[in-house]
């Protein structure tokens, strides 16, 4: 694992950006992997201030709320239009697991097999949960797990739940990428920032199991961590 060591959170999406559009276009043929979230925010800001313009034809989201309306503004696939297709002027494709072609039982399975025939992705942004957590792969998940839809864990409903109007209108289940779909991409940028992810940065590099879906990363060969921590 490479490790890049930075001051601030900012300097850490600044960072982030600035690999991800070397790596991306140096391969334009290849698809990347986007992530939603606050950190992924900053990252997508850093992108359209240094004036980005993606060459890649398509994207692969890592996740998105079971059942959830894509006109829905706490939908994943609403957040990348607002945060990453509108500003960069994207002209290509979004794919998002649960929704368009992958909804419906047979979606998982759908979305897998399009990331194989596209991919490799060149490059995918992860950020991680509080509790450890890689996309919607809860404390738990197999490594070896693929797109499936799974039930959120009480500590990810907690930290979203300021997103939605209240619990009832806060979704149980999302569709997730599996640990071992994620690995499939050829680098992995990982952005462990603030002091809340500290406790699951830790336990993922002493005890790497599943209770923390990170430690499923870490013998990836290109994976490259963006910390502000010192774990
Ligand atoms: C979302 C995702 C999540 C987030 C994680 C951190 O697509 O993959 O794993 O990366 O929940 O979210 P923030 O950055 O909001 O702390």
Redesign the pocket.
Known sequence: MKIHRVKSAGQGQALAAELFAGISDESPDSPVGL??????SGVYSALATDGFCPKFSDAFA??EYQGISPASENS?ANELTRKFTEPLNFQGKIHVPGQGDYAGQQGPKQFEKTITKLGPLSVQL????VNG????NEPGSSFYSKTRVVELHQETIKSNLVYFDGPASMPTHAVTQGLSTIKQASKLLLLVLGEAKEFALSKAINYPDESTPLAALLDHPGLELITDLNY
């Open positions: 992530a939603t979230g606050g950190t992924m890592l996740d994943y992860l950020g991680i949960g957590h890689i996309a919607f």
